[in-house]
């Protein structure tokens, strides 16, 4: 146990809240978890919610580190804690005249919608529901809350499977001829509720415990451990959340949604969260206990229909959704339960949201003048602006409707129907494009939800955990489509007349509900009005310029739309593959000296002349950096004998020579062999070639008038001699050609080199010297700091995560402690060299939020990323800024 958890335990174990007395509020979700902080602060604003108390999650960290068992004391204070909320309820727990029932509810600080366990009407014994059933004067009520405790608490706390229960329930509902639920009479509820205790009986060798004060002591430790059950553990992988204590434990008076016609349970969002309106949204159904809506058996009412059932009730809830909108300042997700007309709140939290929704609601809430604009900015997730950039179907394409159901969350998806969860992650895993068709999803099937392209169900609403988890990962999701016969067993869904099976393709419009047969042609997505808001908002914040990986004028335009600011990586390798360029660059290397290597690398110049005329006509006015080649020689040479002889026939050399030369050019440790400027120091001809072209090109747009600004970028430099020599070859190569072409006008080109090489990060000033410009190659930079190939991570980096040797991949955050003192060095060196040094990066950190934060910290210029990644690091770069203030 760490000293700081010894703090937190050695204080209270306990909070109580009630409208004479509350301990916590909403600042102690690390200790009380969200929900129990959250019924704390509802409580003390005056909403009306049942009493009770919550233990700590400290406790649940103790609970573990004893290896399983409760604190010593913990079951005194939570006696203390029945007794007070038994005086104030005039309710008592065990079989009094008025009994006290309560539900045992999860929760940790950071919501994990349905992962972990709760468990109703707990209290109740042979005695108490008789008692129940008298005091309310409706026994059938009081019967279906026993049946409910029995198994709940079967599944939870004695886990036995819930589809024991399902399938005695489905025999008894059909003798009685009970179409739902909530039809099923007191004789049959009685018959129902002996099987279930015999069910207990069968699978426990126990009798279902009549003793409520054991019932509570058993259901608490049952929360605390669903903690660790794995469905909540592979949320937190998927959710990347560590370092939480545990669940705390909310004990809560019981209020009835399942008392009659008059009573009913419910959850809604104060905003849309799959598009952001401001609209209430949620879902009701009516005689029922919340476990029905959320899990998503029954599909119940759209809370709109509440108007017609009870008005009062609709604005009533309408109020709420104001009072917290403005308490919390944030769109809200709530639970709420009627008992006979009389509203309780159950739950509040942060509402989960797609990205669209996020920006809409951040945006929106800033001309409500709720927040201000930097708060809008910290709360998008920089990440989430993905789910923006994502194509839809296009409009015009034709739709083969099969069905529609709910539109739970947004997005385009097109795939395999597969149905189970474990095929879902096999075949992703495969490289296939799966939708998970499910009647309905239960918490289990997390990690095939988050494998599959998009998730369907035939029961269930929009509310329902299952769309709640997809759209907080922005997944598209179709709920409750009715018409759907899912047959898990023989793999096909039937609907109507038609017939799917595990070979068709399906596609599912999030938006519109629609379940499509085929594949249906999309198209890119459009922007909203308040996403370009967020974006000047972001803009006028950030300090970092935003620049693109690009190396075509396609990809440069796209980075440009998305608004880059320069290419910071162009890459051109490619420029030395395609038909004719590969051929000339194979009798290159082949070539036995250097004038016919010349030879053969002239017949590249006009394709490479055009391709940088191209990239520089789109991002005029913008600087654009080009990296001189990179990759080792073979790369570009066929590596098995078929292909090479396949190569000599064609080339008409004899194949003996292809072989050969492949065999010298091999090398151990390509990563680390000849490539970069080595490539250059040797082979001159190959930097000469490429300088030539993009001089010419350069000077052929500035003679159209157009705005170029090249700069050359001089990869793998370790020592500053290597540096100065090839500037000098550079220069020398520009002016010839500045001259040959009676190019008069003014074109500087600076040059600089890339930062990716320990060495030369380490004696920074010097390399300054030969350099305009630094960018950090931050992925070699990584892998020479680190000693791992990135080739041949694969075997050992998914167990260092699991293991948490490492907290994070390092190719996809930088690594800050390490690479990072490389960067900030380097930068600092550089910069008392040339004060006004320009340091950028160029590596795959660029377009990631978390490295984004480190690169503002240690005052780079510039970042460059892919162009998809451009708003995500626009946004980003803004946080950055905020969160150093
Ligand atoms: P989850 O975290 O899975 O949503 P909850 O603890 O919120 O689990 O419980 C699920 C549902 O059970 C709630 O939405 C609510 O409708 C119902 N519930 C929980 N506690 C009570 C209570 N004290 N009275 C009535 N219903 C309750
Ligand atoms: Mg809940
Ligand atoms: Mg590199």
Known sequence: MTSQNKKIINKKRIYYFSSKLTEGNKEMRELLGGKGANLAEMTSIGLPVPPGFTITTASCAEYYD??????????????????????????????????????????????????????????????????????????????????RLINMFGDVVMGIEHHHFETVFDKIKKRYKANRDSELGIKGLRELIESYKQIVKEHTRKKFPQDPYLQLQLAIEAVFRSWNIPRAITYRRINDIHGLLGTAVNVQSMVFGNMGDESGTGVAFTRDPSTGKNEFYGEFLINAQGEDVVAGIRTPLPV??????????????????????????????????????????????????????????????????????????????????????????????????????????????????????????????????????????????????????????????????????????GKCCIAGA??????????????????????????????????????????????????????????????????????????????????????????????????????????????????????ALKKILPYQRRDFEGIFTVMKGLPVTIRLLDPPLHEFLPQDEKSQRQLARSMKVPAEKIIKRVYQLHEVNPMLGHRGCRLSITYPEILEIQVRAITEAAINCRRKRIDVQPEIMI???????????????????????????????????????????????????????????????????????????????????PEYLNERILEKNPFQTI???????????????????????????????????????????????????????????????????????
Request: aromatic share 6%; proline share 4%; hydrophobic share 40%.
């Open 482 to 599: 009715g018409e759907l016969n899912i047959d898990v067993k023989r793999k096909k869904i039937q609907v109507n007349d038609v017939t799917i099976t595990g070979k068709d393709i399906i596609s599912i419009d999030g938006t519109s509900g629609e379940i499509i047969l085929g594949d249906v042609r999309k198209c890119p997505p459009n922007f909203s009005k308040e996403f370009k808001i967020l974006m000047k908002w972001a803009d006028k914040k950030r300090k970092l310029l935003i620049r693109t990986n690009a190396d075509s004028p396609k990809d440069a335009k796209i980075a440009r739309d998305f608004g880059a600011e320069g290419i910071g990586l162009c890459r051109t390798e490619h420029m030395f593959f395609g038909d004719q360029r590969i051929i000339a660059m194979r009798q290159m290397i082949l070539a036995d000296n250097q004038q016919d290597r010349r030879l």
């Open 715 to 797: 990869p793998l430099v370790g020592i500053e001699s290597e540096l100065s020599v090839l500037r000098e070859l550079v220069e020398n190569t520009i002016a010839r050609i500045k001259q040959k072409k009676k190019f008069k006008g003014k074109l500087d080109i600076p040059i600089g080199t890339m930062i990716e090489i320990p060495r030369a990060a380490l004696t920074a000033d010097q390399v300054a010297t030969h350099a305009d410009f630094f960018s950090f190659g931050t992925n070699d930079l990584t892998q020479m700091t680190f000693g791992y190939s990135r080739d041949d991570i694969g075997t050992f980096i």
């Open 304 to 473: 709109k229909a509440m108007k017609k059932w009870r008005p009062d009730i609709y604005w009533q809830l309408l109020k709420v959704k104001k009072i917290l909108e403005s308490h919390y300042r944030d769109m809200q997700d709530i639970e709420f339960t009627i008992e006979h007309g009389k509203l309780f709140m159950l739950q509040t939290r942060i509402g989960k949201r797609t990205g669209p929704a996020a920006v809409k609601i951040a945006v929106d809430m800033v001309k409500e003048k709720s927040i201000t604009q930097s708060t809008a900015l910290l709360r998008v997730p920089a990440n989430d602006l993905n789910q923006l950039l994502l194509p839809s179907f296009d409009p015009k394409a034709k739709r083969n409707v099969l069905a529609t159901g709910l539109p739970a969350s947004p997005g385009a998806a097109s795939g395999y129907p597969v149905f189970t969860s474990d095929e879902a992650v096999s075949r992703a895993e495969n490289g296939e494009s799966v939708i998970l068709v499910r009647r309905e999803t239960s918490p289990e099937d997390i990690h095939g939800m988050h494998a599959a392209a998009g998730i369907l169900t035939s029961t269930g609403g929009s509310t329902s955990h299952a769309a709640v988890v997809a759209r907080g990962w």
């Open 66 to 147: 004893a290896e399983e068992k409760l604190p010593t004391d913990l079951m005194d204070s939570v006696y203390e804690n029945m007794q007070r909320l038994e005086k104030e309820t005039g309710k008592y727990f065990g079989s009094s005249d008025n009994p006290l029932l309560v539900s045992v509810r999860s929760g940790s600080a950071v919501s994990m919608p349905g992962m972990m366990d709760t468990v109703l009407n707990l209290g109740l014994n042979d005695q108490s529901v008789e008692k129940l059933a008298l005091i309310t004067g409706n026994e059938r009520f009081a019967l279906d809350a026993y049946r």
């Open 815 to 885: 690594d800050s402690t390490g690479v990072g003192q490389l960067v900030e060095m380097a930068v600092k060196k550089g910069r008392t060299t040339k004060p006004k040094l320009k340091c950028g990066i160029c590596g795959e950190h660029g377009g990631d939020p978390e490295s984004i934060v480190f690169f503002q910290s240690v005052q780079l210029n510039y970042i460059s990323c892919s162009p998809f990644r451009i708003p995500i690091a626009r946004l980003a770069a803004a946080q950055a800024v905020l969160l150093a203030q």
